[in-house]
């Protein structure tokens, strides 16, 4: 079984940044591709990023690209996601995941996903 927890999350103002964090522990899965997605209230869960093993491949939505970079420290089981120019539009629940053979957008595609951590941008 894999754990994932998310933090990092938090109230920031428009234009503002957070970088959120994911721990993985429990049984290690190599090379699994990881994920970040979003639910915003009474939406569906979007993709956001998504990054390979190795980090050497990514993908981000159209909505959040430029603005949010996905990284991982696979020597740490931690996986990043750095958010800057954010805006209202942002303000959502941020999920990480995990145990996908490969990047992709698919939510299906995600074996292990953490609780999430509130991300909340005021104008």
């Known amino acids: 079984q894999v754990q994932l927890v998310e933090s990092g999350g938090g109230l920031v103002q428009a234009g503002g940044s957070l970088r959120l964090s994911c721990a993985a522990s429990?049984?290690?899965?190599?090379?699994?591709?990881m994920g970040w997605f979003r639910q915003a209230p009474g939406k569906e869960r979007d993709f956001v990023a998504t990054?390979?093993?190795?980090?050497?491949?990514?993908d981000y939505a159209d909505s959040v690209k430029g603005r949010f970079t996905i990284s991982r420290d696979n020597a740490k089981n931690t996986m990043y996601l750095v958010m800057n120019s954010l805006s209202p539009e942002d303000t959502a629940v941020y999920y990480c995941?995990?145990?996908?053979?490969?990047?992709?957008?698919?939510?299906?595609?995600?074996?292990?996903w953490g609780q999430g951590t509130q991300v909340t941008v005021s104008s």
């Open positions: 990054i390979s093993w190795r980090g050497g491949d990514t």
């Open positions: 429990g049984r290690t899965l190599r090379n699994s591709a």
């Open positions: 995941a995990s145990g996908a053979a490969r990047p992709t957008r698919t939510r299906s595609s995600y074996i292990y």
